[in-house]
């Protein structure tokens, strides 16, 4: 009992540790406190900029394009930005203390969880990319419901955001996971947020109007159902493709921006485009779509394909901290399980 006692009491102690961290997300009316008037950090506000992290990874240019702010006023509001938040170098161990603020989101099934070294981790973006029904959506439902539990029980504690460019949510399936998790279904899907998207342009939107939400509510997931889907639709043809990989860019680094300024896991989803001049010796001449881009810009790619029956194949493609391996999941009524031999 002792010995379990000192464990919880760790736990605790632990835990404290990261609610200090957690103090990193400093709200843009602080502001207010270092002479910049309460007019202008509305008008922050009505940009979509509610942190002053956030504030730090706009540029000057930027700022002098919202209405009303000139050149001197965004310089004074940068310097006083700069007060409350450091934003200089750190040391090797205070980055370390900072990455324990990371959450593992776990995925519902162990095989996988373990390749992802614990789950779907906070503060970066995990992208899966596969063919059609290849359980990249149903492992976005189970995620929807795996979020909300309590951090003991490898969840994330907090709310989801859901973007839906396919129109492929069913609230209807949240239901089964949340009693495969033990869960009120009822609870769990009034703690998620839904919006279809029609245009890339309305998808950027909606990433903008998701800091305002966040600022004020403990989000742990976002989800983006596909990312690419409405790029491939609203930009046809070659001579429109360097157009849409700028607009690509800035809406990935919106979800970037998203994931650290909030601790949040971004989830999102990709297509694949067949590669025919990919040679004769590729068994699977297909590739995910976006470019170098989005390749750049998510922190861990996984590729899902097919396998028999119900069963799943999960590879990590690429990822700065996990060995290139695989695992075998199953899809459940209850969501992403492990597979049954």
Known sequence: MQAFKSEEQLQLVQREEIDDEEELFQMIDKLTNHGINAG?????????IYTCNGLMMHTKKNLTG?????????DKICEAAEK?????????????????????????????????????????????????????????????????LPTHMKGGNGKVAYIDTEGTFRPD?????????????G??????????????????NLLLGLAA?????PFRLLIVDSVIALFRVDFTG????????????????????IAEEFNVAVYMTNQVIADPGGGVFISDPKKPAGGHVLA?????????????GEQRVCKVFDAPNLPEAEAVFQITAGGIADAKD
């Open 40 to 48: 202008d950090v509305k008008k922050l506000q009505d940009a979509g």
């Open 66 to 74: 919202i209405k009303g702010l000139s050149e001197a006023k965004v």
């Open 84 to 148: 409350i938040v450091n934003f200089g170098y750190i040391t090797g161990s205070d980055a370390l203390i900072k990455r324990k603020s990371v959450v593992r989101i776990t995925t519902g099934s162990q095989a996988l969880d373990e390749l992802l070294g614990g789950g779907i981790e906070t503060s970066s973006i995990t992208e899966a990319f596969g063919e059609f029904r290849s359980g990249k959506t149903q492992l976005a439902h189970t995620l929807c419901v795996s979020t909300q």
């Open 173 to 185: 399936r949240i239901v089964p996971i949340a009693e495969r998790f033990g869960m009120d279904a």
């Open 187 to 204: 609870a769990v899907l009034d703690n998620i947020i839904y919006a279809r998207a029609y245009t890339y342009e309305h998808q950027y």
């Open 213 to 217: 939400k966040m600022s004020e509510e």
């Open 238 to 257: 070659r001579g429109e493709l360097a157009d849409r990989q700028q607009k690509l860019a800035q809406m990935l680094s919106r979800l970037i921006k």
């Open 296 to 308: 750049h810009a998510a922190t861990i790619r996984l590729m899902f394909r097919k396998g028999k």
